[in-house]
């Protein structure tokens, strides 16, 4: 057990709607990353957070969104939803905002748009 | 050209043997060097991390680096059925404070009892 938890665990929906996944970091983790895993594109950096703040963007799409609240918990927002946004998404956490040799990865949401 | 390359398998070995798992990368300005586990429908799992070039070893675990030719290797002894599972190379290049994480598409590898 990494000490980052996600939920829900499961997640299926219809094209079109919107879905708000939510992770908490490790105690003591201020930094948040969140990743895609699908099939044919592998595990891809969506986003990170440090302290509340947007530190690192990687291929996220316009429909998506996050944040990090001042309890440092993370949401992640998917809207306008395309079956090829079904995957599975991961919320990583490490101390600081280096996050290179220390991100812990939770448990992943599986998204399956329908 | 992705980034980092990693030959996905599978990857079939018997009990005891020693696999040797790869990646190559293209980006020079990666210095951090990672190498995770993930089983089946879990989130991937940090087992060894290295800075720049040399070796370092953990228990079973060695991790290779030479950035001279863009290539980075994890090598497992004694191979147990428990190290069955899929295994992910991971890059950095922390450059403009992106920290993000450049993954291998992932190796699979299987250890037969």
């Known amino acids: 057990d990494s000490g980052v938890t996600q939920t829900p665990k499961h997640l299926i929906t219809a094209t079109g709607q919107r879905v708000t996944l939510r992770c908490s970091p490790r105690?003591?983790?201020?930094?948040v990353y969140w990743y895609q895993q699908s099939l044919d594109q592998g595990l891809q950096f969506l986003i990170q957070y440090y302290n509340g703040e947007e530190r690192a963007k990687g291929n996220i799409l316009e429909r998506f969104s996050a944040q990090q609240f001042p309890d440092l918990h993370s949401e992640l927002n998917l809207s306008s939803l395309e079956l090829g946004d079904s995957a599975l998404y991961f919320c990583a956490s490490s101390r600081g905002q280096r996050g290179w040799g220390e991100q812990f990865f939770g448990p992943g949401t599986r998204l399956t748009v329908l | 050209q992705k980034e980092v390359e990693q030959d996905p398998g599978p990857l079939s070995v018997p009990e005891g043997a020693i696999v040797s798992l790869n990646c190559t990368y293209s980006n020079s300005a990666f210095q951090y060097f990672m190498w995770y586990r993930q089983y089946s429908r879990k989130g991937p799992e940090l087992l060894m991390y290295t800075y720049s070039s040399g070796n370092k070893e953990d228990g079973r675990f060695t991790a290779q680096v030479d950035k001279s030719s863009k290539y980075i290797s994890l090598f497992i002894r004694d191979s147990q059925p428990s190290d069955s599972a899929t295994y992910l190379c991971a890059m950095s290049a922390d450059m403009d404070s992106s920290y993000k994480l450049i993954f291998g598409s992932g190796t699979r590898l299987l250890v037969r009892p």
């Open positions: 105690s003591g983790d201020l930094s």
